[in-house]
């Protein structure tokens, strides 16, 4: 059974903010939103968790091996740094989509995104175990996307291609196994997954081809941290590469033991 932990990292009273006292420009904007990103990814990333930035002004983090005092820390951190702070809201369930509502439900019942006066709430349920079985990874990479699309079309119609797979994979996996895909730049696209069988992923795979012909191979692993288990999806991937297959399964290896 898998236990996953997410948050849902949120920007407070970010879109009123933009706008005051005049609309900001927007590449300052941009350059905020990214510089946030890439602080929360080395915060997370360095406790073997991982972010995903969404939609920028909100994100979602995959955080087993987080716990409250991290995620104070984390907000402590960025309020010291940036003009804007966050809420944190944090949610466990053996399937991510129901992790993530317990997760919004923190944040939501707190106020609205837009409250002047709703900062840096922190609620939810942590996840104290440990187990390798805790989190499936599964990394969806594009078939030969260099070749049919990156060195044939101008980069906007490439764009188009990886995004309409993204489209397509993305409501698949939400709707069929509350599983919840993020696009992570070039053409991969990062799973976080309950337990599904072979099967499952190869319709997942078919699903995509027939709506919208975009073509995918999958690698997926497991294990207690989002690195350790997104670590043996990509050791997956490269089996799928060696072997022509198009879903390939990785366990996290065995910790040494010191005694
Ligand atoms: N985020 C992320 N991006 C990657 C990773 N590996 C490759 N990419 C991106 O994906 C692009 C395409 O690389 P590949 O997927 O290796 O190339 P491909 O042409 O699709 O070839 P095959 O995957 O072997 O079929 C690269 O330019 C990178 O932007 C990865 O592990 N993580």
Partial sequence: MTNTQLTLIQIDNYGPWTVTPEPRREMDLQTLQSRLFA?????????????????????????????????????????????????????VDEVPVEALERATEEIQLAGSAQDGDRREVLGGEFYTGSATGDLNIAHFDVNDATGKYTDRLNEFDSFIHIEQGYASLMRHMREAHGALSFFVGGDNIISVCPSLTESEYRSAIEHVESEVGVELKVGVGTGESAHVAGFAAKHALEDCRHRGTDVEFEAAPAQVSDD
């Fill in 39 to 91: 602080d929360l990814a080395q915060f997370v990333g360095s406790r073997d968790g991982y972010v995903f930035f969404t939609r920028f002004d909100n994100m979602v983090a995959v955080t087993n091996g987080l716990d409250r005092t991290d995620h104070e820390l984390m907000q402590e951190s960025i309020r010291n740094r940036y003009p804007v702070t966050l809420s944190l809201g944090v949610g």
